[in-house]
């Protein structure tokens, strides 16, 4: 079955530091989409990626979507306190989950002051 | 604000005891999810329905039913509780199209004992 995975587990950086989150299919994706889930909350719903190489930015966030359409990733510059939380991909394939949508295990980011 | 609602919050109940975790909508969305997740941890499908009268289980297998006589309403039953069910119970809703993201509940933390 479709795969998402996610890399690293955890990131620690010092606050002002960029943090990127990778995350790969074992299949091409019809699209990607990213959530954030702070400490102790529920995932929030980010951003979607649709077409092959797609850039899109929210304020110092950039998401990416592979030319294959089969990796993506977060690159989150100067992070800051509010930051923190855990950062999941979901990708949409054509089988696994519902819709097709597959969560990956998600990157736990930790800013140190 | 999300315009989904799980209740309870919080539920600590004793082992046996039949439980239902409720979970409403009002943005009237076709697609409603469950997925449980442990803290720190990935999130797993348990239940979906596309719609009313329309229910499938997820990807991880759960001793839990649910149901969708109502839009707006997907509650989830344990008949019998088991510490092993101790958990985050996390509900989610869409649109039809799949083209946006999934807007989640802000959980029930469901304790066994």
């Known amino acids: 079955g479709q795969q998402v995975m996610q890399i690293p587990q955890y990131q620690h950086v010092q606050e002002g530091e960029d943090f990127t989150t990778y995350c790969n299919s074992s299949?091409?994706?019809?699209?990607i989409q990213w959530y954030k889930q702070r400490p102790g909350g529920h995932p929030v719903f980010l951003i979607q990626?649709?077409?092959?190489?797609e850039v899109k930015k929210q304020k110092r966030l950039t998401f990416q979507f592979g030319e294959a359409k089969k990796n993506s990733s977060l690159h989150i510059t100067a992070t800051q306190t509010t930051d923190v939380g855990t950062y999941f991909c979901?990708?949409?394939?054509?089988?696994?989950?519902?819709?097709?949508?597959?969560f990956g295990k998600g990157t736990h980011l930790i800013i140190q002051p | 604000e999300a315009d989904i609602y799980q209740t309870p919050r919080y539920l600590v109940i004793g082992t046996g005891k039949k439980i239902t975790l409720e979970c409403s909508q009002t943005?009237?969305?076709?697609?409603m999810y469950w997925y449980q997740q442990d803290p720190g941890m990935e999130l797993h499908l348990i239940h979906y329905?596309?719609?009313?009268?329309?229910?499938e289980k997820g990807d991880l297998s759960s001793e839990s039913t649910v149901s969708r006589i109502r839009t707006e309403h997907f509650p989830l039953t344990l008949e019998s509780a088991r510490p092993s069910h101790t958990s985050q119970y996390l509900c989610?809703?869409?649109?039809?199209?799949?083209?946006?993201?999934?807007?989640f509940g802000s959980g029930t933390r469901l304790t066994v004992v």
């Open positions: 329905s596309y719609g009313v009268n329309s229910t």
């Open positions: 989610a809703s869409s649109v039809s199209s799949g083209l946006s993201g999934y807007t």
């Open positions: 299949t091409t994706l019809s699209n």
């Open positions: 990626l649709v077409k092959s190489g």
């Open positions: 979901a990708g949409r394939g054509s089988r696994g989950g519902a819709d097709g949508l597959t």
């Open positions: 943005m009237g969305h076709d697609k």
